[in-house]
């Protein structure tokens, strides 16, 4: 009998998500924990315009096919700038422009402008990991060493993932988020008393001085939500950004939010605070996402200065919220100053790097070990204060 051959593997670099069927791609998207590297998600930042060649972030996905069956992918980008990852290389970019050394266009794997752990290349059950990891990895090295690219970058990385990615070279660069965990909480109640008196008391006085204001907090999830709600959304999250000027981080269109509603509303939850005076038009919403036990938290924004507004919107409502859904895990976006004083500990993650450039390649195997540990006494000392009851 002649030895069988086995079906030609071909790799593709593709600059659309929409060159892929939404079924093939979801297929080997939609087990994973996290919801934004399904099809939806990224065929909306794409077709939206908010991921585009002008804004800095040109697709540049890899697939890897058995005939005509996609077996594995992973979302990236080619990046001219740094700017809507949330992982702040610019100290890098700067020592290599000191050194004559291109540091852009880079190479990066994440879900663009979310800082969300979860990111690893997807790849069809069944088949070899590891085996088409390497291949992956070997086109990933093809192309950047081809197109002159000074690096590869994964942000966010799947924990479970880095045993898998590390051995081809990349280093893990440790940071942390801000992380609300479910310890068995029945009720808000519960939630509150892992705090200690004083914490208790601030988080009560605060939601008081919204109920106070006349405000009522209302949750919209899935099918429930007006379809109004996303455009509103749309300029509550401009006017936000437009607060912060160069570092407002405005990158989404006004289409973007409108296409959720179509697209990804089985995923979106919206936390909506009306005045009595009017309680069909809120003044204060924030923007969540959630699969399966996981809670994200991404955009929020008023009408109105209102005094701890912002605090019941983005957390003490979404929680309430999580805790009645049997969620687990509750991340609501960027920035920590807010957080840990409302039982958000720090909580590692990490990004995985490999740099092509001798010269920068060296700078980063000396010192990466150390500015970890940096990050790691950080992490200790941001959890060692915070304001929850002794044992």
């Known amino acids: 009998m002649p030895e069988q051959t086995r079906p030609r593997l071909t790799v593709n670099w593709i600059q659309a998500i929409a060159e892929v069927p939404q079924s093939a791609w979801d297929d080997l998207a939609l087990p994973l924990k996290t919801p934004f590297l399904e099809w939806d998600w990224l065929h909306n930042l794409e077709s939206s315009g908010s991921t585009t060649a002008k804004a800095g972030w040109l697709p540049n996905h890899l ?27 610019q100290q890098w970019a700067e020592l290599a422009q000191r050194l004559r050394i291109a540091y852009y266009p880079k190479l990066l794997g994440m879900s663009p402008f979310t800082p969300a752990e979860g990111y690893r290349f997807l ?16 086109a990933i090295d093809q192309f950047c060493i081809s197109n002159n690219i000074s ?29 609300w965990q479910n310890h068995g909480f029945q009720t808000f109640d519960d939630y509150l008393g892992s705090f200690n008196a004083n914490q208790r008391r601030n988080i009560k006085r605060e939601r008081k001085a ?61 936390v909506a605070a009306y005045a009595e005076q009017d309680p069909q038009h809120p003044i204060g919403m924030s923007l969540c996402f959630t699969k399966g036990d996981q809670l ?10 209102i005094e701890n ?5 983005c957390y003490y409502t979404p929680i309430e ?5 049997n969620i687990q895990t509750f991340d609501p976006g960027a920035g920590g100053r807010h957080k840990k004083r409302r039982g958000f500990p720090a909580t ?30 950080e992490i200790e000392a941001i959890n060692a204060d915070l304001p929850f009851r002794q044992g």
Request: net charge negative.
């Open 63 to 89: 697939t890897l096919w058995r005939e005509r069956t996609l077996i594995a992918a992973a979302p990236m980008y080619l990046k001219g700038h740094s700017y809507g990852e949330f992982v702040f290389d």
């Open 123 to 138: 790849i069809a059950p069944g088949e070899d990991e590891a085996e088409l990891t390497a291949l992956m990895v070997g």
């Open 151 to 179: 690096g590869c970058h994964f942000l966010y990385a799947d924990p479970t993932w880095r045993p898998m990615i590390e051995p081809h070279g990349f280093r893990p660069w440790l940071h942390h988020s801000y992380i």
């Open 210 to 270: 919204v109920a106070a204001a006349g405000l009522t907090m209302r949750v919209h999830a899935g099918d429930e939500i007006p379809k109004a709600l996303y455009s509103l959304m749309y300029r509550f999250y401009s006017d936000t950004c437009d607060k912060f000027g160069w570092w407002g981080s405005k990158y989404l269109t006004r289409q973007f939010f409108e296409q959720l509603h179509p697209t990804y509303r089985h995923r979106t939850v919206i």
């Open 296 to 305: 994200y938290g991404r955009y929020w924004g008023s009408l109105q200065e």
């Open 309 to 313: 507004l912002h605090f019941d919107t």
């Open 321 to 325: 919220w999580a805790i009645a859904h």
């Open 348 to 377: 590692p993650n990490h990004s995985l790097h490999r740099f092509y450039e001798p010269r920068l390649s060296q700078i980063l195997n000396h010192y990466i070990q150390e500015v970890n540990e940096l990050e790691q006494q």
